[in-house]
C-alpha cells in the first residue's frame, strides 16, 4: 500500500532533472552504502524548500555523491549565491565533482573535503539554509557547532531524524547512530531558540527554524 502511494506521489509529482536521475542510477550501480542517496521524493522536496527559501548562502554537511548539494543549489538565486558542501570521505571527491559538474549548477557549489567537526569551528559565513546529512552520532555536535552560523529567520534541514522506525525502538537503545539521533531530538525539542517539526517523509526530516 505504501509502496503504492510513493509510485502515486512520484508520477504526479514533477520528475528530477536527467541529470540527477544520472546521478541516482550511477550511485546504486557503484558506491557502497548507495541507499544514503537522498532519492528523488526527497531531492524534490529539498530542491523546493530551497526554492521557497531562496538562500544567498546554503551550508551542507554530508555530501556523498552530490545528490542533495544539486537539488538545493536549485534554489540559490543571483549571481553571488552560493553552496558550500563539506565532505570527510575523500574517496568520494572525485566522483562529487564529476557530478556536479554534470549540471550549470554545479558552478555555485564549493566542495570542502574533509571533517565537519574540524572545518566548522573556523567557518565565518552566514547561512540562510543548512542540510545537516553526515554522521548520525554527530548531530548533537554539528548542531552546536552550526547555530552560530545560521542566520536568524535561517532554515535548518536534518535528515533521517527517524532512522527507519528505529528512534521509538527498544531494541535499538544501544545502537549508537539511533542514540545519537535521539540526543538530537530530545536537545531540540527543549531549544527554545528554534521551532521546529518532524517530517513522516521517507527516514525523517525535521525542519527547523531559528527565531
Ligand atoms: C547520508 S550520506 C549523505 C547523503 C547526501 N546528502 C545525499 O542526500 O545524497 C552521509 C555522508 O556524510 C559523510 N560524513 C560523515 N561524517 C562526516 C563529517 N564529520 N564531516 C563531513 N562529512 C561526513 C559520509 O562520508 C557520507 O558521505
Redesign the pocket.
Known amino acids: 500500500m505504501l509502496e503504492n502511494l510513493e509510485e502515486y506521489i512520484l508520477k504526479h509529482s514533477t520528475p528530477e532533472p536527467d541529470y540527477l536521475q544520472e546521478i541516482e542510477r550511477e550511485t546504486y550501480v557503484h558506491i557502497y552504502n548507495a541507499r ?3 532519492g528523488r521524493l526527497q531531492g524534490r522536496l529539498l530542491a523546493l524548500l530551497s526554492k521557497m527559501i531562496q538562500p544567498q548562502l546554503i551550508l ?6 552530490g ?2 548539494a544539486l537539488c538545493l543549489a536549485e534554489g540559490l538565486t543571483g549571481e553571488n549565491a552560493k553552496m558550500i558542501t ?4 575523500d574517496e ?1 571527491e572525485q566522483i562529487i565533482r564529476h557530478n556536479l559538474a554534470r549540471s550549470p549548477l554545479g558552478e555555485k557549489v564549493h566542495l570542502m573535503v574533509g ?3 574540524q572545518i566548522l569551528p573556523a567557518m565565518t559565513d552566514v547561512f540562510d539554509l543548512i ?1 545537516m ?3 548520525k552520532c ?1 548531530y548533537e555536535a554539528y548542531y552546536h557547532l552550526i547555530f552560530p552560523l545560521l542566520k536568524r529567520g535561517g532554515w535548518l534541514l536534518a ?2 531524524t527517524l532512522w527507519d522506525g528505529h528512534i521509538i525502538d527498544e531494541k535499538y537503545d544501544k545502537d549508537k547512530q539511533t542514540v545519537g539521533l535521539r540526543t538530537f531530538n530530545d536537545m531540540l525539542a527543549k531549544d527554545e531558540r528554534v521551532e521546529q517539526l518532524i517530517l513522516p517523509l521517507r527516514d525523517g526530516l525535521t525542519i527547523v527554524h531559528k527565531k
Do not use: V
Not at 551542507?60 to 555523491?65: K, L, P, V
Open positions: 544514503m542517496i537522498s551542507e554537511i554530508g555530501t556523498f555523491t545528490y542533495s563539506i565532505e570527510k570521505n568520494l571533517d565537519a567537526l542540510f546529512d553526515g554522521d554527530e535528515d533521517n
